[in-house]
């Protein structure tokens, strides 16, 4: 859900089990910096996994924290973090490149709009679906890749000029030998 929402760490751990609409077209209600609220879709495979935790978590309540800690609270950063560090564990078993590198939620955060922005999603919609209030923050965030600075040049003809040498006039060359 982190990946598929992008959201921040405290958005993740405010969902509550009446955020997640799963019926007709999925999403989660998100409560993001200055309590600005935002909707997100989610994927097939999100709500699947959502609907099998609800389905081993009959006693959470609709005002329960949809992913709370061993005390039925909800999560701190501390218990996300340290579940990513458990996962990333896990999935460097199967992919060792994994095994070295430094993965934490922001890190997701930043995968998320990369991707959408890979996918050739508008910026202005990748802000809306970050919560950021401006297309400038998520600029910044998202960075094109080489990859993708390679296809746009591809996308552009090159000039069909051929560079000539400068050569000065000859008055400007006497001025510049007087000196």
Sequence with gaps: MLYNT?????????????DVVLEGTPYVHLR???????????????VQEIRTWLRHNPTLT????????????????????????????RAAELDTSLANRS???HTIRHSTAM??????????????????????????????????KAKALARLQEPDTK?????PPDDLMKFLQAL
């Design 6 to 18: 992008g959201a921040r760490v405290s958005e993740i751990i405010g969902v509550r089990v009446a």
């Design 32 to 46: 993001g910096k200055g309590r600005k609220q935002r909707s997100t879709p989610l994927w097939k495979t999100t």
């Design 62 to 89: 609709v005002d329960a924290a949809l992913l709370p800690n061993r005390n039925g609270h909800a999560m701190t950063r501390c218990n996300v973090t340290q579940r990513l560090d458990i996962a990333v564990a």
């Design 103 to 105: 993965i934490s939620p």
């Design 115 to 148: 991707h959408l922005l890979q996918s050739g999603v508008a910026l202005s919609v990748i802000a809306l679906w970050l919560g950021h209030e401006s297309t400038t923050t998520t600029h910044r965030y998202v960075e094109a890749n080489l990859e993708m």
């Design 163 to 167: 560079m000539r040498r400068y050569r």
